[in-house]
């Protein structure tokens, strides 16, 4: 069950560097900004071996529908589609910070038997193919006006994630499509370590 935006600010601000550091660079945003954008949600609704499970989005953005391998409607109140309050695509860092994030620290539904850390490597899955993805394709240009507070603290949450899962190379990855990380299992392994790291030392 979605949690309110007052919720979702509340988390978001406990979860990123406070008011008086340092802010995000103009790369860092455009580059996260790119990776978000391009992270898919399906595997977020493939929870507790659910691998055929796929996810459709309507085209008003905001509702979704997911589907089972026998092409049934799942109702299973783990992996089930939801309504989005940011276009995934369009919105990526307020889609973070109203749906995503409050899936992570809620679950689906008020009977989602998921822990946090079922739902955050889920999350690292799809973060993994959203970078592989993200690194290939063209980047469309960022706008250039002022970034809203709670989309900063999103590029703010994604930065504590690198640094604390020591993948900084992520952005480098971004920034370059024929850039190839030494060991990009570590990729992996150290975006599933930052999330938890910066999700539950608030939790």
């Not at 990526?92 to 409050?102: A, W």
């Not at 690292?124 to 469309?140: D, I, M, R, Y």
């Not at 603290?153 to 024929?178: N, T």
């Amino acid at each position: 069950m979605k949690i309110s935006y007052i919720l979702a600010t509340f988390l978001m601000s406990t979860l990123c560097l406070s008011a008086d550091e340092k802010g995000p660079t103009k790369r860092e945003i455009a580059l996260i900004h790119h990776w978000l954008a391009n992270t898919s949600e399906v595997r977020i609704h493939q929870l507790r071996g659910a691998s055929e499970n796929k996810m459709y989005l309507h085209k008003d953005g905001h509702r979704e529908a997911v589907y089972d391998g026998e092409g049934k409607l799942v109702k299973d109140g783990i992996n089930d589609g939801s309504y989005d309050y940011a276009h995934p695509s369009k919105e990526p860092l307020k889609h973070f910070s109203r749906d995503i994030l409050p899936w992570i620290t809620r679950g689906n539904s008020r009977t989602d038997p998921t822990i946090i850390k079922e739902r955050l490597e889920a999350y690292s899955l799809a973060l993994g193919e959203g970078l592989a993805t993200a690194q290939v394709v063209p980047k469309k240009e960022f706008p250039e006006q002022e970034v809203e507070k709670s989309s900063l603290q999103v590029i703010k949450f994604f930065l504590r994630v690198l640094d604390e899962g020591e993948v900084e190379a992520v952005l480098q990855i971004l920034e370059d499509p024929k850039f190839e990380p030494e060991d990009p299992k570590s990729i992996g392994i150290g975006l599933t370590k930052g999330l938890r790291a910066v999700v539950e030392s608030k939790n």
